[in-house]
């Protein structure tokens, strides 16, 4: 038999369910995800980490887990919110269940709440601090705890979730009769460094598919150290929290400008975005699923993406020398940017999205492309 949880956010509202997962108290900023697939990827991006998830689509756990889908050694997020959790998976590949798997890497988890309710509160009322707890039996004392647990407004939770030292990257696709293959890098293969402010692994992989020679570098490694190494080409990656919050990697990156190409997605390009002197905003309750539809206004066509983050970049505090790309068509929020005279390009949403959608994949190859022909982002993005 599972033991009782409440669930708590900071305004009051309470829920009571089931505890699946690891017992204890979590805290974190409550967020929900609307795919309907890839919950494995999702507990381990990096980019969850200071948060609760909450699935939207009704039953999760049916697939277990595996050794493959993950987007990073462990899981990062907080907590795990679901409506009905099926303990039983059924998957050939499924090596336990999700709910081992959380009580291994001490999640708390909670079910059998009213997801869509929560959904509809957050919506409404915005993203706020929420606790999960299986110890305590009086809502108003998870109440209290969520209104004294911290939000993500300044804080820096790249540090959490960095790697500690460099390493090479030669993991390419996943395929169906032999996992991921490795790929030897030729001397002609263009050469990038990889800052890791929460890194998924999919975009390492993407990174080799196209014919790059990737070297991952903590979040804290700086222009000098980079420019020392001579690469070719600079990527910054996704990562949690309040861009703000990561001040000394904005100074390094703005050193960076014009020196190199560079390629950023989602918290490394909201960076870009005030290393080019503008500014960054927290959404009323972010973008998170794979359904998100956005508009390159470059090509003139829509993507389907996979989304994941809380704060954007501020379309009205950008100097005149960038432009903006791709606009997120359900409520006109900037998704991508592009220098017109420097080599650098930038999208807010995951081009590398696992399981998918793969309509964007092809801005790995932009960037490739970016880097060979020496040209400026926005010539690169017309390609």
């Known amino acids: 038999m599972s033991s009782k949880a409440i669930l708590a956010l900071s305004d009051g509202i309470y829920f009571t369910g089931n505890s699946f ?32 998830v909450m699935m939207t689509y009704t039953q999760i756990g049916n697939t277990g887990i595996n050794d493959e889908d993950i987007e990073s050694v462990r899981p990062h997020l907080d907590g795990f919110i679901v409506k009905e959790y ?3 998976p059924s998957n050939w590949r499924a090596k336990k269940s999700l709910g081992e798997y959380l009580k291994a890497h001490r999640i708390v988890g909670i079910e059998g709440i009213d997801t869509r309710n929560l959904t509809r509160h957050i919506r409404d009322k ?25 939000g993500l407004i300044g804080r820096d939770l790249v540090k959490e979730v960095t790697c500690k030292s460099p390493y090479k990257w030669d993991q390419g696709a996943w395929d169906i009769f032999t996992g991921y293959g490795k790929r030897q890098a ?25 014919g790059f020679d990737v070297m991952v570098v903590p979040a804290g490694t700086t222009a000098e150290q980079v420019l020392d190494s001579n690469p070719d080409g600079i990527f910054l990656s996704n990562g949690p929290g309040d861009p703000e919050g990561v001040p000394h990697v904005i100074d390094e990156v703005r050193k960076l400008l014009g020196r190199k190409p560079i390629f950023g997605i989602c918290l490394g390009h909201q960076i870009l975005g005030l290393a080019f002197g503008g500014g960054t905003y927290k959404l009323k ?5 794979a359904n998100h539809p956005v ?14 983050h809380g704060f954007a970049v501020d379309k009205d505090g950008l100097p005149d020398d960038i432009k903006i790309t791709h606009i997120n068509l359900n409520d006109h929020t900037v998704e991508g940017l592009a220098h017109k005279d420097l080599p650098v390009f930038s999208v807010q949403y995951h081009p590398e999205a696992s399981g998918g959608p793969h309509d964007a994949r092809h801005l790995f190859n932009k960037f490739r492309i970016m880097i060979e022909e020496g040209i400026s982002g926005i010539n690169a993005l017309s390609k």
Not at 285 to 289: A, E, S, V
Request: net charge negative.
């Open 126 to 150: 915005g993203a706020q601090i929420g606790v999960i707890s299986t110890e305590h039996d009086n809502p108003n004392e998870v109440i209290n705890l969520a209104k004294k647990a911290p």
């Open 295 to 308: 508009k390159d206004i470059i090509a003139e066509r829509i993507e389907i993406t996979t989304q994941n």
């Open 21 to 52: 997962g690891a017992p204890g108290v979590a805290s974190g900023e409550v967020v929900f995800n609307t795919s309907m697939t890839g919950y494995q990827e999702i507990l381990t991006d990096p980019s969850y980490k200071g948060q609760i």
């Open 186 to 210: 030729r001397a002609s293969c263009p050469k990038v460094v990889a800052f890791d402010l929460g890194i998924k692994f999919n975009i390492l992989r993407n990174m080799v598919e196209n």
């Open 285 to 289: 309750f972010g973008h998170h699923g």
């Open 86 to 88: 099926q303990e039983i």
